[in-house]
């Protein structure tokens, strides 16, 4: 692996399952050390434990990323834990049940934009605090550095008549505030970007199958490549946009989706 992540420290947020649970791997790999977030703590643990078996350094945080008081101690837990936060893939996020638009209820969409878009938002507002105070080698010179991945989602960037409302929007607002923050913070040395898969398969997905299993094969055939992707390549993507080598990168959606959104 090219990246090297040696002497690091940062957040996977949703690290207890699929795309999360394979980046902390994938960071952990690389040398760095994890903080696992999630509400999950089983999950959580058995991510650990992997990293653990792999010879990395994780630590695991519970915190619902949709509350300000949870996200701030997730931080403060970090700095406690590693002494600093350099990289933060914030991934943790809902499907939420699919229903068509005129169906959708308020606390369903309240829950899905809660944590899918609120939840970045939040995650953003405390990392980057972070990354300004602690500056160049802990110094507070307020230009800390750092690199910061949003999970959005081909959904972020078109959707389809399917697509539950809610998620649309929250991911649509990933980009949005990934490209915010991207430019707000250039200057302090912080680069930020969004991945957006396509439909990859992990728990959410067999989830979405189960209920609705009519649907996977047109689900499958979106994808130009023909298949659906994995989790790890996913990882690798947020792992190259947080690493040195994509020291050029920021405020860009990247798709890694098969080519779903070529279309
Ligand atoms: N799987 C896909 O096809 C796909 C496609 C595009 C985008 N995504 C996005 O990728 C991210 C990860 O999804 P996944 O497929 O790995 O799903 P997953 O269900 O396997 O993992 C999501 C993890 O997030 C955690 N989580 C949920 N709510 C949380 C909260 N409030 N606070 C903290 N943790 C919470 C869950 O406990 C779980 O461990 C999500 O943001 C999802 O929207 C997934």
Known sequence: M???????????????????????????EAGAKVVIVDVDEDGS????????QLGGEATCV????????????????????????DFAF????????IVPLIDYTEDLWDRVIGINLKGVWLCMKHQIRQMLDQGENGAKDGNGGGAI?????IMGLVSSATNPVAYTAAKHGVVGITKS?????????????????????????????ERHPERK????????????????????AAVWLCSDAASFVNGTAMTVDGGYVAH
């Open 149 to 153: 991945v949003n999970t959005a989602s």
């Open 181 to 209: 923050a991207a430019l707000g913070y250039a200057e302090a040395g912080i680069r930020v970007n969004a991945v957006c898969p396509g439909y990859i398969m992990t728990p959410l997905v067999a989830d979405i199958f």
């Open 217 to 236: 094969a047109a689900i499958v055939a979106d994808h130009p490549i023909g298949r659906l992707g994995t989790p790890e390549e996913i990882a690798a």
């Open 2 to 28: 090219a990246e090297d992540f040696t002497g690091k420290a940062g957040i996977v947020t949703g690290g207890g399952s699929g795309i999360g649970r394979a980046a902390a791997i994938r960071f952990a």
């Open 45 to 52: 643990n058995a991510t650990k434990a992997m990293i653990d």
């Open 62 to 85: 519970l915190a619902d990323v949709s509350q300000e008081a949870a996200v701030e101690n997730m931080v403060a837990q970090t700095i406690a834990t590693y002494g600093k936060l």
């Open 90 to 97: 914030n991934n943790a996020g809902i499907a939420g049940d």
